[in-house]
């Protein structure tokens, strides 16, 4: 059986941008993280995609720069989101 797990990450300015949006939860390694949530890996956003993120009424474009997989061994795989702004922000 497969593990796969989803990660994200962020460009500086995307992150400055997620962190005035998004309330944080504590993650597991004790920092704060804006609170997010993938859809399945069978509709997971390709490279160039968009997604709009935020809460309702203050959705903001984010753009899919890059998406890595990293294979752990076995069956288990990470794959990562890297998340920048489109050019016209």
């Known amino acids: 059986m497969s593990n796969i797990q989803f990660d994200i ?3 500086d300015a995307a992150s400055r941008k997620i962190e005035k949006l998004m309330p944080k939860a ?7 993280e804006p609170v997010l949530a993938l859809p399945p ?3 997971l ?3 160039g995609d ?3 993120l935020g809460p309702r009424g203050k959705q903001q474009p ?3 720069a890059e998406r890595q997989y990293h294979h752990e061994g076995g069956g288990d ?3 990562v989101l890297i998340l920048d702004l489109p050019d016209d922000n």
């Open 9 to 11: 990450e962020w460009t």
């Open 50 to 52: 968009i997604l709009f």
């Open 77 to 79: 795989w990470t794959i």
């Open 41 to 43: 890996i069978e509709c």
């Open 62 to 64: 984010f753009i899919v």
């Open 26 to 32: 504590k993650g597991p390694d004790g920092e704060r």
């Open 45 to 47: 956003p390709a490279e």
